[in-house]
């Protein structure tokens, strides 16, 4: 079985800071790939970043240049920085993880985690 936990949200003010993380556990391998995703009130699930195993990041246009995305192979963990937050940041932001299930590479499978909430606002 395998869990994907978000944790790191909460509530803070316009211009500060928080970092999500996301930890995959159970009966995987390698990453292929991880990724955030925020639903706002009313709106549509937008990307906000992803990277993959090997490193390549990619950021949705409300993300890019004050958020940054890492990774911990060996903690099978994802990390999003946000800095400059704004009000139109908040939502749930779910983690999707992309994992091959054997060390051959011909099975994976992805999982999504519960989200965790981000509130921006004074």
């Known amino acids: 079985q395998v869990h994907v936990v978000e944790s790191g949200g909460g509530l803070v003010q316009p211009g500060g800071s928080l970092r999500l993380s996301c930890a995959a556990s159970?009966?995987?391998?390698?990453?292929?790939?991880m990724g955030w995703y925020r639903q706002a009130p009313g709106k549509a699930r937008e990307l906000v970043a992803d990277i993959t195993g090997g490193g390549t990041t990619n950021f949705g246009d409300s993300a890019r240049g004050r958020f940054t995305i890492s990774k911990d192979n060996a903690k099978n963990t994802m990390y999003l920085q946000m800095n400059s937050l704004k009000p139109e940041d908040t939502g749930v932001y779910y983690c999707?993880?992309?994992?091959?299930?054997?060390?051959?590479?011909?099975?994976?499978?992805?999982?999504g985690g519960q989200g965790t909430q981000v509130t921006v606002s004074s």
């Open positions: 159970g009966s995987i391998f390698s990453m292929i790939s």
């Open positions: 999707d993880a992309a994992f091959y299930l054997d060390d051959h590479g011909t099975t994976w499978h992805t999982w």
